[in-house]
């Protein structure tokens, strides 16, 4: 797997807005926001439920990441994707670091995946306790 979720109940917004806090907690900041819904809409005139692609990025851990190995970027920011689900809740959804940057050989950025997957995974257990 590629990923790891959890799944709330609750305004997609509200939602957001904890991830994003949680996120920077964990010393995340988001870069991008891709709004999939508003962009299926306006090129191709399909009405999605909301789904928002959110590009996090830890700027501490992102440069040692780059100092060992310059190509990283290409697998660079951490995307978690929020979106509704047909029945109304939300669905947050992380990418695992640890499953994507094996893909980069070397001890250093297995190590760092590790961390920002433990990272993540406290994110994910913040917004189901909030």
Not at 8 to 15: N, R, T
Not at 65 to 90: F, H, K, M, T
């Amino acid at each position: 797997m590629y990923s790891f979720k959890t799944c709330l109940e609750g305004d997609i917004g509200v939602i957001e807005g904890r991830v994003v806090a949680a996120l920077k907690g964990e010393g995340f900041g988001v870069m991008t926001e891709i709004d999939v819904q508003a962009t299926m809409k306006a090129k191709l005139g399909i009405e999605k439920r909301p789904y928002r692609i959110l590009g996090a990025c830890n700027p501490s851990l992102a440069n040692k990441a780059i100092e060992a190995e310059p190509d990283i970027g290409l697998l660079l920011p951490c995307n978690v994707v929020i979106r509704q689900e047909e029945d109304g809740s939300v669905t947050v959804a992380f990418m695992d670091p640890v499953a994507v940057l094996q893909l980069v050989e070397g001890p250093k950025i297995a190590e760092m995946a590790i961390d920002v997957r433990q990272r993540l995974e406290r994110v994910r257990d913040a917004i189901e306790a909030a």
